[in-house]
Structure formats: structure tokens, C-alpha cells
């Protein structure tokens, strides 16, 4: 196994830990697992940046980075994931994934910056 595949599979390991926090309401160790997933994934993701014969690889490493940075409220890191990505040759359906991602975050920013505040469940049901 390649280290981008070690990297991806011991990040999707360390957010299934904190899937599994999350239900026992241990919310330090939720944290804390989606924070080295996050490092893992984005490390893996670098790697193949570069690499646009990898799709679609290369796209959902970015994706899943996205989405973990989002989970730990950061922000400006998942937008430069998804525009990384989408700068390259992803998937009609990764694609469209990746630009969901990107509405959901500026779409909870506006809100905010509004004075809106939505739960997690309302923000993606307006989202959907």
C-alpha cells in the first residue's frame, strides 16, 4: 500500500473514532480524532495535488479533507481544499459534491454574518 492510501485509510479510521465518540457524547475525543483525521487527509490530499491524471482520487482525498476541515470549523482551510480540487478534472458527481460543500460553508457565513443562526440540521436542510 502506498502512503497516500496508508494516510486516507488511517484518517478514515480516526473519523469513524470520532463517529463513535460523537455517540457516547465524548466531545474532547471527537475533536480531537477529527483533528489528526483532518491532518492525515489534507497530507494525503497534498500529495496528489500536483497529480491531475490521478482523478478521482485526487478529487475525493480534497473532498473528504473538505469535509473533515468543515467538521472541525475550519473554514478557509475546506475552501481552499474544494477550490484545489475543483481546479483540476474531478467527476461530473465529485464535482457537484465539492460545489455543495462550498455553497454550505458561504451559506452558513452569510447567515452568521446576517445575525441568523440556524442548527446543523436546519442549515442542511436549506442546503439540500
Known sequence: MNKVQELHRAAMNLAEQADLAKLRGENR???????????????AAQ???????????????????ASLAMECGEFQMAEKLIARALAGSPPSDIEEELKDLFMQINLNHYLTRQGVQLTETQLQLLAS
Not at 480524532?33 to 483532518?38: D, I, T
Not at 496528489?48 to 490521478?54: P, Q
Open 29 to 43: 475525543q471527537v475533536q480531537n480524532a477529527l483533528r489528526q483525521a483532518l491532518k492525515l487527509e489534507s497530507e
Open 47 to 65: 500529495m496528489v495535488a500536483d497529480d491531475l491524471d490521478s482523478e478521482p482520487t485526487r478529487s475525493v482525498l480534497h473532498r473528504s479533507a
